[in-house]
């Protein structure tokens, strides 16, 4: 019972840290009126221009870079919290995971896939 | 989990040699400067095929039963890395004046071949799976080589997205198998179904097993990808791709049918022979209408698929040991002939059979390799072919005669356009009669695929012996 109690009280001290927040910048910020300010907000501005517009592929580089290094965070929390019980061969087999990973890095980087052109 | 890394020395060794071509191709500067990389991974293979069959007593299963070696295994490693090594022999020229990239080109195709090799030794589903798209996604690669081309990019995206679809059919197929017997183990789903335990779902999952390899396979009614891939992709990896691909998966399809359904043998043994019988009418029909040579041959790889399918119908020994051996001389006989097509191409830039005209004067040995290729093919004794067929249908005689008769009528049509293109070599006179030069390691894999052909032709017992070895100890391994 005490378990959810907890939970209970986190979810109204939730609540509380948030209206305090936003309760206090009511009262104290400055208030001035204008039009811009009845405008949507980052999303769904009326757009400038024609739409249709083409996107560098460079971007999908990007991307797929970015999965070498996700992939490897993704493997390396779990070796990372089981390390002490892998020993001495779980490093090395980290290490060649690492390595091949850094050669698709390497090949990526010769290939020019960093350089913005 | 103890892993026993004496029945990995294949696999090990294959991956480090492609991570080495991989890091050498990195570390020298110029373009140039990588024509050694050819060389360099036709050393590590040959080291790498020795070693192999160093350790052909090597048997076990590691990884906690994930990874199988025994003597099945080992044959198609030895196959799958000969294919390989003929198939860089005789690229090197076509590498050299088509292909820019040698660094990606050959760690690729290493790759390409650690993938089969993991998949037909899979002892479970997603191994099998693993290897299958590690074999899959260099493919894809590899037929798009050439990235300038329009054709070898129609290619690509085919097999990109035949190659995808049949991925999902398969997979579907095995997620099925796996609901219905309880495991992805190929043994122990064996021995479930022993047990009694059988699940109309496990139907579906077979028919799904069946589709996704056959599209690996090129069997009809699943082969369209077949011909516009063939003629799209540097003829060197149509020759890999005709070969070890279609080795590999015949591997696999004997390790799951045999391995885990043999029990359920009548569920699907009619499916396989009807497959078999379509490849064969389809392929050898077609084969007929088409005007460029790697067409043909791909319609003429499709036709042969339906035959080695026959020895899967039988499921039995005999099956086995035909099937290893028609996919071994099968090796020799498309590689030479596909090294042929793809010298002819590097000197006059065709692939039509028109401009074959006067081969056998203007470069000797190739229009006769393609020749006996050809005529192996078609199985006209005494070449390898006609060995290799004679042990496929025997097994069939006495369950589905109809299933030798229509293979033996289409074996003979399919001479017909064989000899279509063997006429044009050896009748028409060349437009220009000037001595097409052959590479010297192109004619070196020429006079190996020849000397096989004939040889497996006239004395086939020792590799028929082995095969048999090695049928009889798959199917007491079970």
Redesign the interface.
């Known amino acids: 019972m005490s378990v959810w109690l907890g939970i209970l009280f986190f979810i109204l001290a939730g609540f509380a840290f948030s209206a305090i927040g936003l309760g206090l910048s009511f009262l104290i910020h400055p208030r001035s009126k204008n039009r811009f300010k009845l405008e949507t907000y980052e999303c769904g501005l009326p757009t400038i221009g024609p739409t249709w517009v083409q996107f560098k592929t460079q971007y999908f580089t990007y991307a797929l870079i970015f999965v070498i290094f996700d992939v490897e965070v993704l493997y390396l929390y779990p070796w990372a919290v089981s390390f002490t019980q892998l020993g001495f061969s779980g490093l090395v087999k980290m290490f060649i995971f690492i390595f091949?990973l850094v050669?698709g890095l390497?090949?990526a980087w010769?290939e020019g896939a960093l350089e913005w052109r | 989990m103890n892993i026993d890394f004496s029945l990995l020395i294949t696999e090990i060794s294959l991956a480090i040699l492609g991570l080495t071509v991989f890091t050498l191709g990195l570390i020298l500067p110029a373009k140039s400067s990588q024509k050694g990389l050819g060389t360099f991974s036709l050393c590590g293979l040959l080291v790498i095929l020795a070693l192999t069959i160093a350790s052909w007593g090597n048997q076990g299963e590691t990884l906690g039963g994930m990874y199988l070696a025994d003597y099945f295994t080992s044959f198609f490693k030895i196959l799958s890395l000969t294919a390989l090594i003929l198939v860089i022999l005789g690229s090197k020229n076509y590498v050299n004046s088509q292909i820019e990239n040698h660094l990606e080109y050959y760690s690729t195709l290493i790759f390409a071949t650690l993938g089969m090799i993991i998949m037909f030794s899979a002892g479970d589903f997603i191994t099998l799976y693993l290897g299958l798209e590690l074999m899959t996604i260099s493919f894809i690669v590899l037929t798009s080589f050439r990235r300038t081309n329009g054709k070898s990019l129609e290619a690509g995206m085919k097999y990109l997205l035949l190659a995808g679809l049949s991925s999902a059919v398969l997979l579907y197929g095995l997620s099925l198998v796996y609901g219905a017997a309880g495991t992805v183990f190929i043994k122990e789903i064996a021995g479930n179904i022993a047990q009694g335990y059988f699940n109309p779902l496990l139907i579906v999952g077979l028919a799904m097993l069946i589709a996704g390899f056959g599209f690996k396979i090129s069997a009809a009614p699943f082969h369209m990808w077949a011909p516009d891939v063939y003629e799209g992709a540097p003829t060197p990896v149509t020759a890999f791709l005709a070969v070890g691909s279609k080795a590999a998966s015949f591997a696999v399809l004997i390790r799951v049918f045999l391995g885990a359904f043999l029990e359920m043998q009548e569920q699907w043994t009619m499916l396989i022979a009807f497959l078999a019988a379509l490849s064969m009418l389809i392929g050898n029909l077609t084969a007929f209408a088409q005007t460029n040579i790697k067409r043909m041959l791909a319609f003429s790889s499709i036709a042969q698929a339906g035959y080695i399918l026959v020895g899967l119908v039988a499921a039995n020994e005999a099956g086995i040991k035909g099937v290893m051996f028609y996919s071994f001389i099968y090796v020799f006989a498309t590689i030479g002939a596909f090294t042929v097509v793809s010298e002819v191409y590097n000197k006059t830039g065709s692939d039509d059979i028109a401009d074959y005209a006067g081969l056998s004067q203007r470069a000797p040995l190739a229009a006769v390799v393609l020749l006996i290729s050809m005529l192996s093919m078609a199985g006209i004794p005494p070449l390898a072919g006609f060995t290799g067929k004679y042990y496929l249908f025997i097994t069939v005689v006495q369950d589905y005669l109809w299933l030798v008769y229509l293979g033996l009528i289409l074996s003979m049509v399919s001479v017909y356009y064989y000899l279509r293109v063997v006429l044009v070599m050896f009748r028409d006179e060349p437009a220009d009669p000037a001595p097409l030069k052959l590479g010297s390691t192109a004619s070196l894999t020429l006079w190996l695929t020849l000397a096989a052909t004939l040889f497996l032709g006239i004395y086939p017992w020792p590799l028929a012996k082995l095969a048999n070895t090695v049928a009889i100890a798959f199917l007491a391994g079970l």
Do not use: A
């Open positions: 091949i050669l390497w090949y010769k």
